[in-house]
Every structure is written in structure tokens, then in C-alpha cells.
């Protein structure tokens, strides 16, 4: 195996030189950025790259190690030495294998110089390459079926961190349905989308708010794992049913585990001018519940939980036993690992929650692992939260605005 260490002033030339200098089977084995001082004597940034390429791949005489420093020749080149040829490799891997090391190389590059580099709209569109040839050479047969115009929105799923899997099944339900309704001879981009954002939209069940009823006491509970934004969403619920609704509400909380929670929720309360009852125990609850008969809405504040510790899921559990009408909300975040959400999901289990409530949208950019939770445990939304405004930024769980977050519409 010959070695080779370039340095380059972005990771576009130093890939045109590796291939140019060893040829299209070289690799990359790592990439760092440095520094050097220039001629007129100013710090300006490198990218160092060192690729590999087999011997029997070029039949260049190459030192096993050095450093070259990659400028434009003044003089024309000769031509290039003919290569062997070279067996294929088994199963054809070989082309995979050497653009994914490319690419890991290219974006280890990228992440150190982004702020520095101004080429680097021009890097990532080479990438962008990279990654379409090798979604051809490796993709599903399922995807290869796919129209390009649905392909492109699959992209755009994946991007957006939904599942792969679902992003796939859901273009080929738009597909069907494009073919029910006039058939693919008439699919272009700004058809697929709006037939992709109906198909999203149906894969998302939603619930009803609140309801308040006259003479009637709503229970409500707010479970989920610390800060997750239970009390300020609880809060949020307060607000809007005092001062919008003209209703009235009463706070209980069942999180003495942190002091700062109950002053916190103590403080929304004085604001709204409602009674806060803290309950320490089962008996606490059951009174507390029966002084607030007269009360359309009462909403219980819930300690945060790890979800894997099960001895204060099942204290908790045993609270909310008591209470055969209450209607339990799981409090989720929107900047969760898709992974840790559905596990979050399966432990708070044994808490019974009928409805899910996603929370800090303004703190992320990516929106698929909410469709991917909701595609795996079908339990409906009830509520948005996008931010700390009390009570402005809680929002009313509409299929079509999840659609709106997973797969935007089209820019004018």
C-alpha cells in the first residue's frame, strides 16, 4: 500500500489532487486542519489529508510518506501513467467503501474549518454529490422504484431525523395515491409534496383539548421526565383556561422531591390568582380533590423521573391510581434522541397516559422524531409547546401543523 500526506487549502482540492496524484481507487485514511503563516506573514488555515492507495492500483514510483503542498502546476501536466487493471472486488463493495471513507475524512475536515473556510458552501455541494452516488449504489430496491421527484422528499425526511424506514413507507403511500388519482404521468415536484404532506398528515392522530363541561370537574395530569417543561406547560393550561376561558382552575403538584419547582408553580399562582395545594401524600391528594369539587379544571404538577428509576415510577403510579377519571398527558421534549423517546414512552407505561404533549420545538431543527414517536405508539397529540411564554407559546396539536414541521411546503 503507498501513503501519501497533502495539504491542501480546502478539502475540494485536496480531493481532486489525491485522485489526480494516486488515482480513482485511492482513500482517505484521516483528515485534520492545521495552521501555517503565509508569505505575507499571515495565519491562514490548511487541510492535511493522507490517502492510501494499493500497489497494484498505480504503477507511480511513490515515497511511502510525505508531505506536498497541493498548488496549481505553472507548467502542463504529463499525462497520467496507464493503470492495470485490477480484478473487481468481491461484491463490488470496494466503490462504497472508498466514498464513505471520503466522506468521513471530508466532514471530520469540515466540522474543524467551517467558521473559517469561505469555500464551504462549495465543499458541502460536493459531498452532497458523494452521498447521492452512493444512495444509488447502495439503496433498497424500494427506493430505486421511486420516482425522483419522491426520492428528493424522501431525502428531506431523512434529513429532518425522521426514521428511514417510515420516511420510505410513507413515499410509497403517496406514490399509491398518486397513482389512484390520474396516475405518475403528471408527477412533478410540487405534486409529490402535497400529496406526501396528506399522506404525513394521516399518519398523525391528534386528540381534542381539554374539555371542560358545566358542573363538571376536569382532572388533568402532567407526567414525563425532568425537565421536559411539565410546570411551565401546566402553567401554560392555567393561563389559558382563567384567562381566556373565564374558568375556574386550581393547581395541586405531587413534586416535593424539588423546592424550586413548587416556588415556581407557586409563583405562576399568585400571578393568576389561583389556589395551589401541595399534596405529600395519597390522602393529601384525595382532599384536596374533594375542596376543589367546585372547579372546572384541575391540573397536578408531577415530579420529574428518570424513567429508568421504577421505584418513583411506581410511587407515582400509586398517586394517580386514585384517581380513575383523571386524564394523564406525557410531557415529551422535542430535542430527545429519537431512540431514548420511545424508550421514555414504554417506562412511563405502567402511568396510563392517553395523550402526548411535545414540548421546546424552538429548540430544535430537526422535527421527525415526533412523527417517528408517533407512528410507533399511537398515542395522539394533544399540545404543542414552543417556547417559555406564558400563556402564548403552547399551541393546540393539529395534524396539519406536525405536516407543516416534517415536510414544509414549497417556497414560492
Known amino acids: 500500500m503507498r501513503v501519501k500526506t497533502f495539504e491542501a487549502a480546502t478539502m475540494q482540492e485536496a480531493l481532486d489532487t489525491i485522485k489526480r496524484e494516486l488515482g480513482d481507487e485511492a482513500f482517505i485514511l484521516s483528515s485534520k486542519t492545521k495552521k501555517r503563516v503565509n508569505a505575507q506573514g499571515r495565519e491562514e488555515a490548511l487541510i492535511e489529508v493522507t490517502a492510501a492507495v494499493d500497489a497494484a492500483s498505480t504503477s507511480a514510483a511513490l515515497p511511502a510518506t510525505g508531505t506536498y503542498g497541493l498548488r496549481p502546476p505553472l507548467a502542463p501536466r504529463a499525462p497520467a501513467p496507464q493503470k492495470r487493471e485490477a480484478p473487481p472486488p468481491p461484491m463490488d463493495l470496494q466503490p462504497i467503501r472508498r466514498e464513505l471513507l471520503e466522506i468521513k475524512g471530508a466532514v471530520e475536515a469540515l466540522r474543524d474549518q467551517e467558521a473559517r473556510n469561505p469555500s464551504i458552501l462549495k465543499e458541502l455541494d460536493h459531498l452532497k454529490a458523494m452521498v447521492n452516488r452512493l444512495q444509488r449504489q447502495g439503496m433498497p430496491p424500494a427506493q430505486l422504484q421511486l420516482p425522483q421527484c419522491l ?182 421534549s422535542a430535542t430527545t434522541k429519537p431512540r431514548d423517546m420511545v424508550d421514555i414512552v414504554q417506562r412511563f407505561e405502567p402511568l396510563k397516559a392517553t395523550r402526548l404533549i411535545f414540548t421546546k420545538l424552538d429548540e430544535t431543527s430537526t422535527f421527525g422524531p415526533l412523527l417517528s414517536t408517533l407512528v410507533r405508539i399511537r398515542r395522539p397529540l394533544s399540545y404543542l409547546g414552543t417556547g417559555q411564554e406564558v400563556p402564548e407559546d403552547l399551541e393546540l396539536a393539529t395534524s396539519r401543523r406536525v405536516a407543516d414541521l416534517i415536510l414544509p411546503q414549497a417556497q414560492p
Open 151 to 332: 426520492l428528493d422528499l424522501y431525502g428531506g425526511l431523512v434529513a429532518n431525523d425522521l426514521e428511514p424506514m417510515i420516511a420510505l413507507r410513507l413515499c410509497e403511500h403517496a406514490q399509491r395515491a398518486i397513482v389512484e388519482h390520474g396516475g405518475e404521468e403528471a408527477l412533478d415536484a410540487e405534486r409529490a409534496r402535497l400529496f406526501l404532506r396528506r399522506v404525513i398528515a394521516d399518519f398523525i392522530p391528534v386528540a381534542n383539548p381539554i374539555q371542560l363541561d358545566p358542573g363538571k370537574t376536569q382532572v388533568t395530569a402532567l407526567v414525563g421526565p425532568t425537565g421536559v417543561g411539565k410546570t411551565t406547560t401546566i402553567a401554560k393550561l392555567a393561563a389559558y383556561a382563567k384567562l381566556h376561558l373565564k374558568q375556574k382552575v386550581a393547581l395541586l403538584t405531587l413534586d416535593t422531591f424539588r423546592v424550586a419547582a413548587v416556588d415556581q408553580l407557586q409563583q405562576y399562582a399568585q400571578i393568576l390568582q389561583v389556589p395551589l395545594h401541595v399534596a405529600l401524600t395519597v390522602e393529601d391528594l384525595r382532599s384536596a380533590l374533594r375542596f376543589y369539587q367546585d372547579r372546572s379544571l384541575v391540573l397536578i404538577d408531577t415530579p420529574g423521573h428518570s424513567p429508568k428509576d421504577e421505584v418513583l415510577l411506581g410511587q407515582l403510579r400509586g398517586f394517580l391510581s386514585e384517581l380513575p377519571d383523571v386524564e394523564t398527558h406525557l410531557v415529551l
